[in-house]
């Protein structure tokens, strides 16, 4: 079965500092996600990416957050600095159209920031 | 975007069939209804999708009444490893570029 892939799998960082947490979606699928969920609370949308742009994205994907396919297979989400309210799962996701088709999530990078 | 109601939790037995009901009252004409499953830190993972009757597939069925107002998942003989988190999600993928809006979800305890 296709799979989304997430590293690293749990990232410790300090406060202030960047991070970049990395995504192989699925080889043919065309539409990539990131969504967060703070530890015991629900699946919150970050962004949508498509075509090498940005489709949509959410009040909570501010300045300090940045999507980027920088090749063929990769997809990024980076964290300018890091606030302690960034601690989080980050999970990404891809589907190969966006027509009541199904959305294949990664395993996710467990952020903590200190 | 149409809201979803669902239970906060849900509890069973092994060997049990669970039905978890999720209420859309708003839901619009071109709108899906999909419900995913979500372990403990684990990515949300797709069980099933429908428009309207009933739709089954290996891993549970779906039944969606005439108004589709609502909708039931049927899990049939939920084992220990169904414990999990269960989405109920309505929209017009299309339309919204594919991003999933989730609710807070039934969460299902499933005990021996």
């Known amino acids: 079965e296709p799979e989304v892939t997430q590293t690293p799998s749990h990232q410790v960082t300090q406060m202030g500092q960047e991070v970049i947490l990395r995504c192989v979606p699925i080889?043919?699928?065309?539409?990539f996600y990131w969504y967060r969920q703070i530890l015991g609370q629900k699946v919150e949308f970050l962004v949508s990416f498509y075509n090498n742009e940005i489709s949509e994205k959410s009040e909570i994907f501010d300045d300090q957050f940045s999507v980027e396919r920088p090749d063929g297979s990769n997809f990024t989400l980076k964290i300018r600095s890091t606030k302690l309210e960034d601690s989080a799962m980050y999970f990404c996701a891809s589907i190969f159209r966006p027509m009541n088709t199904e959305a294949f999530f990664g395993q996710g990078t467990r952020l903590t920031v200190v | 975007l149409a809201k979803t109601t669902q239970p906060i939790s849900m509890d069973s037995y092994e060997g049990q069939e669970v039905n978890i009901t999720c209420s859309h009252n708003?839901?619009?004409?071109?709108?899906?209804i999909t419900w995913y499953q979500q372990f403990p830190s684990q990515g949300p993972r797709f069980i099933i999708q429908g428009y309207k009757t009933k739709v089954t597939n290996e891993v549970a069925s779906l039944f969606i009444p005439a108004d589709r107002k609502s909708s039931t998942l049927s899990l049939p003989r939920v084992s220990l490893s169904d414990t999990a988190v269960y989405y109920c999600?309505?929209?017009?993928?299309?339309?919204?570029?594919?991003?999933?809006?989730f609710g807070q979800g039934t969460e299902l305890s499933v005990k021996p």
């Open positions: 708003n839901i619009a004409t071109n709108d899906y």
């Open positions: 080889s043919n699928h065309l539409y």
């Open positions: 999600l309505v929209g017009d993928s299309d339309n919204q570029g594919g991003k999933l809006i």
